[in-house]
């Protein structure tokens, strides 16, 4: 018997029922002529399997190009008599696997899912280590060679045949990729693409990136091992699209200029040889600085970081493939243009899917912008000095005091009223919310009843209900009141409705594309501070918008927040004053990075122990992952500090009973519950389902491997094994995921590790959640850093660009 791997050359006959196969099979430059049992066989593929010389009963008719067979007795051969056999012999196929690569580690896999529940661990290691990559084809075709292995009867034969067989297309995407996808991800390929499935695995594998989000590095990888060449066009037209993808989720650009794809694309493709890592990052630097002039510049370069020979000759070959590589984007780029992956121009090279959706919003932009608005505003300066008349604020000595608005309030409600669309801007304490609720109050009293409330995030929403009180209306995130997780809106909008979204900031331009769709026939008013970061997910809408010209903007500048240095201090960070006012409510504590964790857990301790709940504290620190200050790191610390393990709390994959948590991702089909509550009972139930990316709660109960969590806008979510993924510690958070919320107390680290990320969007963001107090423990360097260094807040979007082409008049007042 001959074991190999070769590739079939013709494929004469086939029968799809019982997959008995005649086909010509190469190997070592030969042609073998074969017959048996040979599923999912077809021309061009490599496949491994066992071959016998034998003598068939009759002499099937043969086809024209098949050779004429010797008569020979039948009877099985060692492989040297095989291999110089004479011509015009057919072989049986003993048994036969159509994977040409190894199989091992996927067959394992295999054995080891509920499928094979029966066999257990230690016959799958019996039949892998002795079969190796044989046993794919033996568990195919030849079972019963199983009976050479100890405790392994006929009848364990017979049910582990029956449960290979009705394995099906999970079978084939194991062994496929080798077991380089777990069951459950199999399972959740094979139910996407059905019966496409091994069609999309062997001829774009690529595809799982863009339409299941797995990482390019973990499919490129599976794709190597099936034989593909690092060069091959489908690989680097998804590096095209995976470089803008990855850009557009961590830096927020909706496009790049063509130099800069070109030179990430290299980045990705091809990293610096580990070789030279103790010469520095500097050569590195200098070796892709000068790769186009390598020729002329290597022995200056190599004199310079003195290479021995052989560093030189990694660093030869390295120049070699990166200079490759550089030679190959435009093709790489045209050939993801011609599958509608990417859009280019002379100066951009784009995701088809950000540059559609970018010029739809400034479409949606404007047509808002040119409409007329619902009706003609009268009676606002009566209503405004009535509003004064009848409500008053605290002030700093605790007196009320009818409330008065300031000019600028006054103008940013009049130019709402006479737009379909506009912005309201401003910074922490400058009147954001009394703008709001009087526009709001205007509306029902002159228009309709219909006006909604609408925020990035359930603690901002949960704010806006609590200081909108009295306008009464539907206040919830964007994605409950679009009905992005059920089927239908919360709200049908009409053309006498009022939206008003506050922390526009942090909207990114495919929510935006959402918020604008649902808004089209209605009155919308962006609220939000351009000076906090930008939204998380790409784009720029919020600060595109304003910076376009095309809808009324109005700046609120004056402040009447009673927070003493909080508010005084986030105008000199927001200016690049390193020089902050300390006091009752501010705090600066300058101390060694190893004395930090410490000072916040103490600090913690002593906030709860002063009546202050969790819900109203917030640590925050720029970097999540990494060092002794990033948010896990602290929230780890915090865990052990105010939940410690005790024998009465339940603990379940490292979350206990009464921890804080926040929910990391979207998930639009998570059910959840919520009590109402009338006269201190519970009136009724209400069920939806829904929780999203930084939606924050306590852990009420741990049962059964079931966590039930109680989110802070009251909603009851319960999380299974699955979905603790998207579960987190809730102590500590980063800056980024805290926007949009507000605190009673905020405490805050900045030390030298967190590297770029000192920036002074960063600090002002996190400066600005805090309500009543705010306390600093940092490194004297690392302030310094984030009040003086601007940040990169510039993203490349077209959004501005895109309305700024229209040069239909604007407004009128």
């Not at 519950?673 to 139930?685: A, L, M, T, Y």
Request: hydrophobic share 40%; aromatic share 8%.
């Amino acid at each position: 018997m001959m074991i190999f791997t070769g590739r079939i050359d013709t494929v004469m006959a086939y029968d799809t029922e019982t997959c008995q196969a005649e086909f010509l099979a190469e190997y070592d430059n030969k042609l073998y002529e074969c017959s048996g049992y040979a599923p999912g066989i077809r021309e061009g593929m490599e496949a491994r399997m066992a071959i016998a010389l034998h003598k068939p009963a009759k002499e099937p008719e043969a086809p024209k190009r098949r050779r004429r067979r010797k008569k020979t007795e039948a009877h099985v051969v060692c492989q040297s008599e095989i291999l110089t056999s004479a011509a015009g012999v057919v072989f049986h196929v003993v048994w036969f696997s159509p994977y040409g690569h190894s199989t091992k580690k996927g067959v394992y896999v295999l054995l080891q899912s509920k499928a094979f529940a029966l066999i257990g661990r230690h016959i799958t290691e019996q039949i892998v280590n002795t079969f190796g990559d044989d046993a794919a084809g033996i568990l195919e075709c030849d079972p019963m060679q199983l009976t050479a292995l100890k405790g392994i009867g006929k009848k364990r034969i017979e049910s582990i045949s029956d449960a290979w067989r009705e394995a099906g297309r999970l079978k084939d995407i194991l062994l496929l990729t080798n077991g380089a996808l777990s069951v459950k991800e199999a399972e959740r390929i094979e139910q996407y693409y059905g019966d496409e499935v091994i069609s999309v695995l062997t001829m774009d594998m690529f595809r799982l990136c863009r339409e299941l989000e797995f990482s390019f590095a973990r499919v490129d990888a599976i794709a190597t091992h099936m034989g593909m060449h690092r060069h091959d066009i489908r690989r680097m037209r998804q590096v095209i699209a995976q470089v803008l993808t990855d850009v557009s989720r961590q830096e927020g650009h909706c496009f790049l200029r063509p130099n800069m794809a070109k030179r990430k694309m290299q980045e990705l493709l091809l990293s610096f040889p580990t070789e030279l890592e103790s010469y520095g990052p500097k050569l590195m630097w200098r070796a892709k600085r000068d790769a186009e002039w390598w020729p002329n510049r290597r022995k200056n370069v190599i004199q310079a970081y003195k290479l021995t020979e052989e560093d030189a000759r990694y660093l030869d070959e390295w120049q070699k493939e990166w200079m490759r590589y550089g030679e190959e984007y435009n093709i790489a780029v045209s050939a993801a243009e011609a599958v509608d992956l990417v859009v280019t121009d002379e100066n951009l090279v784009a995701l088809k899917e950000l540059y559609e959706v970018e010029q739809y919003v400034s479409d949606l932009v404007m047509e808002m912008s040119e409409a007329p608005c619902v009706c003609e505003p009268t009676g606002i300066e009566r209503f405004l000095k009535a509003y004064e008349e009848t409500h008053f604020v605290t002030d700093r000595n605790g007196n009320q005091v009818p409330v008065i608005l300031a000019a600028g309030q006054k103008e940013a409600i009049k130019r709402s009223l006479h737009a379909r669309i506009s912005v309201i801007t401003g910074g922490p304490g400058h009147g954001k919310t009394t703008v709001i609720q009087e526009i709001a109050l205007w509306w029902q009293e002159h228009v309709s009843n219909s006006v909604v409330m609408v925020a990035p995030t359930g603690r901002a929403a949960k704010r806006m209900a609590e200081t909108t009180k009295e306008v009464g209306c539907p206040c919830a995130t964007i994605h409950r009141m679009l009905g992005l997780c059920s089927d239908s809106p919360m709200v049908t909008p009409t053309d006498r409705t009022l939206i008003l979204c506050d922390e526009t900031s942090m909207v990114d331009i495919f929510l935006a594309k959402s918020l604008m769709e649902y808004a089209q026939d209605s009155t919308l008013v962006l609220i939000g501070d351009a000076d906090q970061l930008p939204p998380v997910g790409p784009g720029n809408f919020f600060r595109d918008v304003i910076a376009s010209g095309r809808v009324p903007v109005s700046v609120l500048t004056e402040c009447f927040r009673n927070s003493g240095n909080i508010v005084e201090n986030s105008l000199r960070i927001n200016t690049g004053n390193p020089w902050l006012s300390c006091g009752d409510d501010f705090f600066v504590t300058v101390m060694e990075e190893e004395k930090m964790v410490k000072a916040i857990t103490d600090t913690y301790l002593l906030s709860l122990s002063q009546g202050i709940p969790q819900n109203e504290i917030c640590v925050l620190s720029p970097r999540r992952q990494n060092g002794l200050t990033g948010s896990n790191a602290l929230n780890r610390a915090l865990q052990e500090a105010v939940n410690p393990r005790r024998p009465e709390v339940s603990e379940y994959h490292g979350f206990r009973t009464g921890d804080r948590v926040m929910q990391m991702k979207n998930n639009y089909s998570m059910a959840w519950e919520r009590e109402v509550v009338g006269d201190g009972v519970v009136v009724k139930i209400e069920q939806d389902q829904g929780v999203f990316n930084g939606d924050t709660g306590n852990i009420i109960s741990i049962e059964d491997g079931i966590v039930t969590v109680l989110m802070d806008d009251g909603i009851k979510c319960r999380y299974g094994a699955e979905e603790m993924e998207e579960l987190s510690l809730a102590y500590a958070t980063t800056v980024h995921k805290a926007q949009g919320s507000e605190f009673k107390r905020v405490l805050m680290v900045l030390a030298q590790e967190h590297g770029n990320l000192l920036t002074r969007s960063i600090f002002y963001t996190g400066e600005t959640r805090a309500k009543k107090e705010f306390a600093l423990f940092c490194e004297l360097p690392a302030l310094k850093k984030a009040v003086e260094t601007v940040g990169s807040s510039q993203r490349f979007t077209r959004l501005k660009s895109c309305l700024m082409e229209r040069v239909r008049p604007l407004w009128g007042m």
